[in-house]
């Protein structure tokens, strides 16, 4: 079992930054992929970014490449969000999964409760 908590969402205007965390605990973390996904009102889950355990790798999906940045310490995964727009409002979530490098959320086993990011002016 693994136990995911996000924090660090908000209000922000237009151009501006948030940093999320989603903190982890429980078994095999040190081979688990930590992968955030968004979820607007009225769309499907959308899988944003992801970092492997096992050898760092990270994806991004195009329409936050250059602009978000995933980065980890030790069980704390952080997703950096740099010139935010309208169109990146959603509930953000992170999930995990063991030893996988994919953006699927069909592949991921333990999810937080997820935070709003509301990007408007």
């Known amino acids: 079992q693994v136990q995911l908590m996000e924090s660090g969402g908000g209000l922000v205007q237009p151009g501006g930054s948030l940093r999320l965390s989603c903190a982890a605990s429980?078994?095999?973390?040190?081979?688990?992929?930590i992968a955030w996904f968004r979820q607007a009102p009225g769309k499907e889950r959308e899988g944003v970014s992801y970092?492997?355990?096992?050898?760092?790798t990270t994806y991004y999906r195009d329409s936050v490449k250059g602009r978000f940045t995933i980065s980890r310490d030790k069980n704390t995964v952080y997703l950096h969000m740099n010139s935010l727009t309208p169109e990146d409002t959603a509930v953000y979530y992170c999930a995990s999964a063991f030893g996988i490098r994919n953006i699927s959320p069909y592949n991921y086993d333990f999810w937080g409760q997820g935070t709003q990011v509301t990007v408007s002016s």
């Open positions: 429980g078994a095999n973390l040190d081979y688990s992929t």
């Open positions: 970092i492997s355990a096992i050898d760092g």
